[in-house]
């Protein structure tokens, strides 16, 4: 085999964009225009394939996972957006260990339904500890 042959194609290589966030008030907003910025990019310059469904819930999704980060994680978080598939993975890094869990749904309760949203919206969904802090990766489809 070349040289050639090893180097990878830079068509074949995942789409994704990448932001750190402060963890201040704002950050939540902006992790949502992050979110619709990039898929609608694809979709106009790749031509991948996104509803605006898709949008909607990765917003949603993203919003409630940096929430979340921006709550109970001090500092910053890393927010990075893959299309992988038919489908765009969302993974929020932040400092605390402590793994989210979905509580049962409660109508009564008032706030922290985040993760049941989240579940409930999800293709897939993975949370797992990092040598510093923890990455949650939602999977949604983007049809």
Known sequence: MG???????????PLGAA???DGQGPCIAEARHLAA???TRVRAEHGVAVSQ???EVT????????TNAQKYAAGPILLDLRIMGDLVEVHVWDSDPVLPVARAADAGRV???????????????????EPVGKRLTARLSLG
């Open 3 to 13: 040289e050639d042959s090893m180097t990878p194609d830079p068509r074949d290589a």
């Open 19 to 21: 932001v750190a966030l």
């Open 37 to 39: 910025g990039f898929l």
């Open 53 to 55: 469904r898709a949008v």
């Open 59 to 66: 917003q949603l999704v993203v919003s409630e996972l940096v």
């Open 111 to 129: 706030g922290q339904h985040g993760m049941e949203i989240v579940m409930a919206l999800c293709e897939g969904f993975e949370a797992m500890r």
